[in-house]
C-alpha cells in the first residue's frame, strides 16, 4: 500500500517562498514518477511539477523558472521549492506518485493535500 503525506504549506506573501514536501511510504519503484498538482477553487486540478525515476523534470508553464522539483530517493520524498509566489499560486497542492507498471496499466496515488495560501 502506498500512502503519501504532503507538508510545508502555508501563507506566503507575494514574492515569497515556501517548500514543499511529501513522504512516500511502501514500496517505491525505481521508474515511478513522482508530482505535484494543484486545485484552486473552482478550477480543475491541474499539474504543476513532474520529476521521473531518472530525474526528468516537467513544469507547467505557469510556474517554470520559480519553481523547482527535487526526489530524494533515500528518503522516499519529493519535494517543491517555491520561489516567486503569485496570488494565483494559491491553491491545495497535492502530491502524487504515477505507475505504469505496463503498457496496459497505469496508477495513481495521491496524498490529502496542503494548503498554500499567497496573499499581501
Known amino acids: 500500500q502506498v500512502q503519501l503525506v504532503e507538508s510545508g504549506g502555508g501563507l506566503a506573501q507575494p514574492g515569497g517562498s515556501l517548500r514543499l514536501a511529501c513522504v512516500v511510504s511502501?514500496?517505491?519503484?525505481?521508474?515511478?514518477?513522482l508530482g505535484w498538482f494543484r486545485q484552486a477553487p473552482g478550477k480543475q486540478r491541474e499539474l504543476v511539477a513532474a520529476?521521473?525515476?531518472?530525474?526528468?523534470?516537467n513544469y507547467a508553464d505557469s510556474v517554470k523558472g520559480r519553481f523547482t522539483i527535487s526526489r530524494d530517493n533515500a528518503k522516499n520524498t519529493v519535494y517543491l521549492q517555491m520561489n516567486g509566489l503569485k496570488l494565483e499560486d494559491s491553491a491545495v497542492y497535492y502530491c502524487?506518485?504515477?505507475?505504469?507498471?505496463?503498457?496496459?496499466?497505469?496508477?495513481?496515488?495521491w496524498g490529502q493535500g496542503t494548503q498554500v495560501t499567497v496573499s499581501s
Open positions: 520529476i521521473t525515476g531518472g530525474g526528468s523534470t
Open positions: 502524487n506518485l504515477n505507475r505504469r507498471p505496463t503498457v496496459e496499466a497505469e496508477y495513481n496515488y
Open positions: 511502501g514500496n517505491i519503484f525505481r521508474l515511478d514518477t
